[in-house]
Nanobody, 115 residues
Framework: QVQLVESGGGLVQPGGSLRLSCAAS????????MSWVRQAPGKGLEWVSD????????YYADSVKGRFTISRDNAKNTLYLQMNSLKPEDTAVYLC????????WGQGTQVTVSS
């Protein structure tokens, strides 16, 4: 079955960087779009970024454009999110998402940006 496992979150000061990873299994990772979404405390899900199957086409929310970079390693079935110049408003649980006939999510990884 589909399994998505995020990692790499933590506590970081404003202006800092983190790299999130999402290990995928149970489907043909190299054939599908993948996404990162996030959920801040008390708020709904917010789309962050998409990447196509080959990794050559990416999309970003305006709130993270220029600071975050999505990438993937199809040989390792792993999705990444490099986050630079982090701001307190980036504090959230970050989840990777895969969609076929329904959405699949991992358990998420907590990112806290605070001094």
């Amino acid at each position: 079955q589909v399994q998505l496992v995020e990692s790499g979150g933590g506590l970081v000061q404003p202006g800092g960087s983190l790299r999130l990873s999402c290990a995928a299994s149970g489907f043909t990772f190299s054939s599908d779009f993948m996404s990162w979404v996030r959920q801040a405390p008390g708020k709904g899900l917010e789309w962050v970024s998409d990447i196509n199957s080959g990794g050559g086409i990416t999309y970003y929310a305006d709130s993270v454009k220029g600071r975050f970079t999505i990438s993937r390693d199809n040989a390792k079935n792993t999705l990444y999110l490099q986050m630079n110049s982090l701001k307190p408003e980036d504090t959230a649980v970050y989840l990777c998402k895969y969609t076929d006939y329904r959405d699949y999510w991992g358990q998420g990884t907590q990112v806290t940006v605070s001094s």
